[in-house]
C-alpha cells in the first residue's frame, strides 16, 4: 500500500469492490438462465446440484464481484 491511500481508495484504483446492486445483478443471473436453458429445465426438474453451477457463472460473468448473498437470492427467486 502506498502511504496516504487508505484501503478503500486501493481497493476502488484496482477494481476490486464487489457489486451488491441487485439490479445489475438481475441482469447477469437473466443473462446467464437465458444462455443454459437446458441446465435450467434439469434443475427445475429435480437436479438441486446444479443451483451451484448457476451460481458459478453469475460469479465468472461479474469477473467474481458479484456479493454471493444477493446472487444466491436472486437465483432463488428466478429458478
Same mark, same amino acid.
Given at each position: 500500500?502506498?502511504?496516504? &491511500?487508505?484501503?478503500?481508495? +486501493? *481497493?476502488?484504483?484496482?477494481?476490486?469492490?464487489?457489486?451488491?446492486?441487485? !439490479?445489475?445483478? %438481475? &441482469?447477469?443471473?437473466?443473462? +446467464? *438462465?437465458?444462455?443454459?436453458?437446458?441446465?435450467?429445465?434439469?434443475?427445475? !426438474?429435480?437436479? %438441486? &446440484?446444479?443451483?451451484?453451477?448457476?451460481?458459478?457463472?453469475?460469479?465468472?460473468?461479474?469477473?467474481?464481484?458479484?456479493?454471493?448473498?444477493?446472487?444466491?437470492?436472486?437465483?432463488?427467486?428466478?429458478?
Amino acid at each position: 500500500m502506498r502511504p496516504g &491511500k487508505t484501503a478503500e481508495d +486501493v *481497493i476502488k484504483e484496482k477494481g476490486f469492490e464487489q457489486v451488491s446492486d441487485s !439490479g445489475a445483478i %438481475e &441482469k447477469i443471473v437473466d443473462e +446467464v *438462465i437465458a444462455a443454459n436453458h437446458a441446465n435450467v429445465d434439469a434443475y427445475r !426438474g429435480g437436479n %438441486e &446440484k446444479l443451483f451451484g453451477f448457476f451460481v458459478g457463472q453469475v460469479m465468472k460473468a461479474s469477473q467474481g464481484k458479484a456479493n454471493p448473498k444477493v446472487v444466491n437470492d436472486i437465483l432463488k427467486e428466478k429458478l
